[in-house]
């Protein structure tokens, strides 16, 4: 059983792993570095560690599980949040929001609800028809903006209304893909 500090962003909730004790490093790596009188510490998941602070405007709660990943799907990933900018669409029409670099883990966790025996998340999620929607700015442009990618080509007509709500039926590739897919609705 570990613990872990839980977090809140604009897209969901993520986690820290969490050591309040001595034995709670066993295993980390930090055996011999951290000492007691600077618990508790947080884990950053790249290979660091900070000092864990109650009191930072993000902390949620401190949460124990036998999990790998301890948070379930859709509080790491809101799903349906009015606030939608990033993220997956089903072919549904329902999202799961993220930030802009964690379409990857969000993948991950949709196959392995949707698709366990997927081997490369993306691939199934875009080959099932879901939507990625991700940042369009290029690094010169004034704003960010945001595109939405689909090797398939195609959207459900569930989709596309999902699209429209959400403001991006007036994007150059959106205006594309429901055009090439109107007929299949």
């Known amino acids: 059983m ?28 930090f055996e011999n570095i951290i000492t007691e009188d600077r618990l508790p510490v947080v884990f ?30 859709e509080k790491m990933f809101y799903k349906n949040h ?21 379409h990857t ?3 991950a966790m949709l196959a392995a609800r949707f698709f366990p025996k997927a081997r490369f998340p993306e691939l199934a999620l875009d080959r099932a028809g879901w939507l990625k929607i991700i940042d369009s700015w290029d690094g010169t442009e ?6 939405v990618y689909t090797d398939k080509g195609r959207v459900t007509k569930r989709q596309a209304d999902r699209l429209f709500d959400l ?19």
């Open 142 to 147: 004034r704003q960010h903006g945001q595109f």
């Open 167 to 185: 403001g991006l039926y007036d994007n150059e590739e959106v205006k594309k893909l429901i055009a090439d897919s109107e007929d299949d609705w």
């Open 105 to 107: 883990k969000c993948a």
């Open 2 to 29: 570990g613990k872990f500090a839980v977090y809140s962003s604009e897209t969901g909730l993520y986690y820290y792993k969490y050591a309040d004790t001595v034995e709670a490093l066993q295993g980390s790596g």
């Open 82 to 102: 009015p606030d939608f900018k990033l993220g997956w669409m089903s072919p549904e029409g329902d999202t799961y929001s993220c930030s802009y670099t964690n």
């Open 44 to 73: 950053d998941g790249k290979g660091g560690y900070f000092a864990f602070d109650p009191k930072d405007h993000n902390f949620v709660e401190i949460i124990e599980s036998d999990k790998e990943v301890p948070l379930p799907l």
